[in-house]
Structure formats: C-alpha cells, structure tokens
C-alpha cells in the first residue's frame, strides 16, 4: 500500500472554490455596511450642527443664526462642532430656510443623498 500523507490536488482545489463562493457572497455585504456606516456619520454631523447653532440661538435673546458653510466645522458663540471624519460629507450649508429664525442644515453625502435637519 502507498499511504502518503498530504494534500491533494482536488482537495486544495476545492478549499479554493469554497473561499472564493464565501468572499464573494460577503463582499456586497462589507461594502454596503461602509456606505451605511458614512451616511450615518454624515446624518450625526448634521444633527451636532443643527443642536449647536439652536443652543447658541436660545442661549440669549439677542442671538442671530450663525448661517454658512459646516463642511469644515461649526462655531457659533460657544458652541463648535468638529469637521466630520472621513469623506461621508461633501457639503454642509446652515441656514434659514423659512425666514422664521431657526436653523436648518442641509447636507450632501458623498453617495449623493440629501440629509436635512429638522
């Protein structure tokens, strides 16, 4: 009898044919959990804008909308928000839409959607 211990062709060929069905079933997954992961920063840097700029409005009376660019960041008064991390964020604009004095912040994901706060 001519035992050899080893691997055979076939066998390896089939470990290569079953990683690669299971790399390519995860693969749309993987890539759908990072455009969901940015689109919620996206929706997180929004919301820390719209929350700074109407604290610092009802902090005093006297208090105007701080509007702009919040691609960068945010300062109004005392309150700041960081630029957001990554690139989830193409533009961010804070201003007042309805004429009425309270902010609203729109901002355009990298994946082209529209985030609008409230």
Known sequence: MNDRGGVTVLELLITVVIIGVLAA??????????DSARHRGAEIHAKNVYTASFAYLAEETGNTLVVGDCTDGYVAGNYSVDAPRGSAVVSCVVSDADG???PEVVIVTSAGRKIAQP
């Open 100 to 102: 009425d004095g309270r």
């Open 25 to 34: 079933v995860l693969a749309p997954s993987l890539m759908n959990a990072r």
